[in-house]
């Protein structure tokens, strides 16, 4: 996921918030991602930067009464 979101805001200068959204799920598609979708990307602009951040949960279940929750976060910078 974090490659992706990496490689999407290295090459998304200039492009609007639906183009990147849309060339990540490309990017999902062809590696089989599917935890984190286009729509769930937070694009923001920090100065001249263009940021994609995503965060998800993963929950694993060990039995009646036990599991593990774990968060997962990242993000990558482009030009805007």
Same mark, same amino acid.
């Given at each position: ?33 599917? /935890?984190?979708? *286009?729509? !769930? $990307?937070? &694009? /923001?602009?920090? *100065?001249? !930067? $263009?940021? &994609? ?28």
């Amino acid at each position: 996921i974090s490659q992706a979101v990496k490689k999407v805001a290295a090459s998304s200068s200039g492009a609007s918030v639906n183009d990147i959204r849309m060339a990540y799920s490309r990017y999902a598609i062809v590696e089989h991602v599917d /935890t984190v979708g *286009g729509a !769930d $990307l937070d &694009i /923001t602009k920090d *100065g001249n !930067d $263009l940021v &994609i951040s995503f965060s998800y949960e993963k929950d694993i279940h060990f039995g009646s009464n036990v599991r593990l929750v774990i968060n997962f976060e990242g993000s990558g910078r482009g030009p805007k």
